[in-house]
């Protein structure tokens, strides 16, 4: 999947993941679809 699909879906919410035990208040958009990559779900449809 491309990266500005990724960042779209993931500013729409279409994804689904549990969150970090870490702080994540310096994270970025890609950070968070990498980190969706390796532990979520992608909703494209």
Do not use: F
């Amino acid at each position: 999947m491309l990266k500005k699909v990724k960042r779209r879906l993931y500013k729409e919410g279409r994804y689904s993941c549990h969150l970090p035990k870490c702080d994540t208040a310096k994270w970025s958009v890609d950070d968070w679809c990498n980190w969706i990559d390796r532990y979520g779900t992608w909703w494209d449809k």
